[in-house]
């Protein structure tokens, strides 16, 4: 038999069976009254998770393409925005913003460690042109989630509005919309939100909207104004990834039946757990515990073993896959995705998975170690 496969990376994520088996229903013109029905009750939930009375438009594309959406819709040529760009996730805002002709101040952020809402204070008060400003809620690349709380509350004392990329944390990590100031969160399907790739997901304030009317950037598929005009008749511009709107709708009544503040504690827990295990094993975490991810652990590779090699021992003689390290930590870093679909004996899987690795590349781990660690974290049980 072919070793059981166990998809631990941020993204795509393992699709719960109550998704797969919606997701196997006979297909509905997109046109149609069950579509804007569907449609309906899915931004009704979605409005929930997000914590808005915004409205929320779910685009067929990739997270990417969500982004794209956002930076299209209110950046125009010769705009001054800022970036905080702390992994690979917040340089894409950077690059795209520079691809619509904005001139770009880049907040570089040492990956690994999180935004200090105090430099977003200091560059808006430098520079109070600044026309939007571009965060991540979860920076995938390094595993650290930012604290949106007190950016939003300082970009809303300004005339900026605050786009947040929330594409691998909403669903696992809390987000309030409106609480928080967000004039433009967007998400996409593939990570905590348990589902196949293809579905971006974003939502839009009145704030945004008065920039949005007034924006000179070319847009075509992404023009938020004809998705607004669609939208009242809870139909899309263009023809919508049936089938994974219905298996979003599935999702979504996953993440209530546990209730949302269950799915933010579950995967704090586990979280929790990995690092213990992580720790035990005499392995080095890449963030502090102050700003880790709750959905993806990042960890530094032995001194003298490639990350790579530990991957291709976990794929090949387990069936276990994690992410690697992006650009500059390529080889150096993997990546613990427990974010999504994802339980306790998840994590204890990753871990035992990771020590028998360790093991068979020379690494002198106290088999156990990091299993042990996790169990008591699991049973609360002291260390
Ligand atoms: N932002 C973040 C934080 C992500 O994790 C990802 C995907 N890894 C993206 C954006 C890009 O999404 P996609 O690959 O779906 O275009």
Known sequence: MKDKHYLMIPGPTPVPPAVVAAMCAPMIGHRSEDFQALHKNIVAKLQKLFQTRNEIFILTCSGTGGMESAVANTVSPGDKVLTLAGGKFGERWTELARQYGAEVIEEKITWGTCVDPQVVEERLAQHPDIKVVFATQNETSTGVVNDIESIGRIVAKTPALL??????????????????????????????????????????????????????????????????????????????????????????????????????????????????AVRAMGLQLMTEDSCASPVVTSVYAPEGIGADDIRKVLRQEFGITFAGGQAQLKNKIFRIAHMGYAGKMDVMVAISGLEMALHRLGYPVELGAGVRAAQQVFLGVQQ
């Open 163 to 276: 786009v947040v990329d929330g594409v691998s944390g909403v669903g696992g990590i809390e987000i309030k919309v409106d609480e928080w100031h967000i004039d433009i969160l967007t998400t996409g399907s593939q990570k905590s939100l348990m589902l196949p790739p293809g579905l971006a997901i974003q939502s839009v304030s009145p704030k945004a909207w008065k920039v949005i009317e007034e924006n000179k950037s070319p847009r075509y598929y992404f023009d938020l104004l004809k998705a607004r005009k669609q939208y009242a008749k809870w139909n899309t511009a263009y023809t919508p990834a049936v089938s994974l709107f219905i298996g979003l709708n599935a999702s979504l009544d996953l993440l209530f039946e546990e209730g949302l503040d269950n799915v933010y504690a579950r995967h704090k827990l586990l979280r929790d757990a990995t690092r213990a």
